[in-house]
């Protein structure tokens, strides 16, 4: 079974500019999970979508902003990219149930850079 | 504020060594707990879960959750230099209709040959 996939890899933006990302789960999940790791914060939960919805939410500016599509994968944007926002973005597919023991597995992540 | 607490390390051990990576975390009704492992430039990999009191194993790798000390760890025992990577030890934490993973920072393991 394939695993995570996320496109692209590598991003470099300048600031001000805007960025897609692109995240396709396992097959026959549900759930997408999206996280920011940076060196001083580690890894930092953003929001997480389920059917289409976004079921949770971290705490991270409106810039930040996820849609899931009715295939389950997802796209995260950040509109005004700041300096702060070079990081790894991870995304993390799981079932989806509410289960205590659905686990999630990440894909490789875009590392985007901001000049 | 949910926090998890790892000590970041560097913890070096020699090869054949049992390494024992330590966890914390401050909420006390949190339910599921894993250990994910990540390699330098690459992304977390699962190891283990662990849902209940007591000791799992896997392999070389066994979690221990104590959840009236509110602590987790993870033992890795004969220690190999392809261990070297940073273990992430991570709580689900149920927000909303679905949990989210907290993560500490991390422990940076290295396996001396």
């Known amino acids: 079974k394939a695993g995570v996939t996320q496109t692209p890899r590598y991003l470099i933006k300048t600031r001000g500019q805007q960025v897609t990302l692109s995240c396709s789960p396992i097959s026959g999940h549900r759930s997408v999970s999206w996280y920011q790791q940076t060196p001083g914060q580690g890894l930092q939960f953003l929001f997480e979508y389920f059917s289409e919805t976004q079921r949770n939410k971290g705490n991270f500016p409106g810039r930040f902003s996820g849609r899931q599509f009715s295939n389950s994968r997802s796209e995260m944007n950040v509109s005004t990219l700041e300096l702060g926002d070079s990081a790894l973005y991870l995304c993390a597919s799981s079932l989806g149930t509410s289960a205590s023991t659905d686990t999630q597995y990440f894909g490789p992540g875009t590392r985007l850079t901001v000049l | 504020q949910k926090e998890v607490e790892q000590n970041s390390g560097p913890l070096s051990v020699p090869e054949g060594a049992i390494a024992s990576l330590n966890c914390t975390y401050s909420?006390?009704?949190?339910?599921?707990f894993f250990w994910y492992r990540q390699y330098s430039g690459k992304s977390p990999e699962l190891i283990m879960s662990i849902y209940s009191n007591g000791d799992k194993e896997d392999g070389r790798f066994t979690a221990q959750l104590n959840k009236a000390s509110q602590y987790v760890s993870l033992l890795i025992r004969d220690s190999q230099p392809s261990d070297s990577a940073t273990y992430l030890c991570a709580v689900l934490n149920y927000g909303g209709s679905q949990g989210n993973l907290i993560f500490g920072k991390g422990t940076k393991l290295s396996v001396k040959p």
């Open positions: 909420d006390r009704v949190s339910q599921s």
